[in-house]
């Protein structure tokens, strides 16, 4: 998360982060959009869904590309 806010000062993205993982970290930064699980959101033009999966941290996500990506 440290290189967060040099990447949103150079390119100015969009940035999501699960909400379990803001709230337990307190994270806050520019263009931040917090997450729920199963959230479906376009990344370019693909569509992606969130899926938490808790382990490392409470709230780590990993994300199901809803169409053929490859």
């Known amino acids: 998360m440290q290189l967060v ?3 949103v000062l150079l390119y100015n993205p969009e940035v ?3 909400n379990k993982e803001a709230d337990y970290y307190g994270y806050q930064c520019e263009n931040l959009e917090t997450i729920e699980n199963q ?3 376009l990344l370019g033009e693909t569509p ?3 899926i938490l999966t808790p382990g490392h ?3 780590g996500m990993c994300i199901h590309c809803l169409i053929a990506c490859l």
Do not use: F, H, K, N
């Open 5 to 7: 806010e040099p990447l």
């Open 16 to 18: 999501y982060i699960s």
């Open 39 to 41: 959230t479906t959101i």
């Open 48 to 50: 992606i869904r969130s």
């Open 57 to 59: 941290t409470a709230g």
